[in-house]
């Protein structure tokens, strides 16, 4: 990222205003601010208890902080146990999933990966939601398109 590609103003983004995105019944998640090539982003999200992810890499970095709760990660087969005020940073192309283990989970994450990362997890919403449950085939095809290599299930508790 150069000096060039930050923006010369202050940039605000209102809690109220930014749009929420809801993975399951106890996730609540928002792009905090969206990155751009040259840009972080940020997301925000409170998961609860086995709330999870597939087992995924992606081209590129991302650190996450835990703001409260307890997150087990796995990053490239190490397992680590993240309470509040840990953060961890995940290199690129490392596979690495994640489990929700206390009742809820407040993180921040911040990810370098020029705006694919929001688009993704936009995208991703209806996939999730489907009648039936997840549509894995669909969610699997949308990461691809994004950069990101869907590489096994969700942890479990």
């Known amino acids: 990222m150069t000096q060039n590609a930050l923006p010369t103003q202050p940039v605000i983004q209102r809690g ?10 106890s996730s609540r998640f928002r792009m905090v601010f969206d ?4 840009l972080p982003d940020f997301c925000e999200d409170h998961a609860g208890r086995g709330d999870s992810a ?7 970095a991302s650190w996450e902080l835990i703001i409260s ?15 509040a005020g840990d953060s961890i940073y995940v290199p690129p192309n490392a596979a690495h999933t994640y489990v929700v283990l206390s009742e809820r989970a407040h993180t921040v994450g911040v ?3 020029d705006g694919r990362f929001p688009s993704l997890q936009r995208q991703a919403v ?6 039936g449950g997840p549509d894995m085939q669909k969610l699997v095809m949308l990461a691809k398109e994004h950069s990101v290599e869907v590489l096994g299930p969700p942890l479990k508790l």
């Open 16 to 25: 109220a205003e930014v749009e929420r995105i809801n993975y399951s019944p």
């Open 35 to 38: 990155g751009a090539p040259g």
């Open 54 to 60: 597939p087992l995924h890499r992606h081209p590129w």
């Open 69 to 83: 709760g307890e997150v087990r990660m796995v990053i490239d087969g190490n397992e680590y146990t993240l309470g």
């Open 111 to 113: 990810n370098l990966s």
């Open 126 to 131: 209806p996939l999730l939601q489907a009648e």
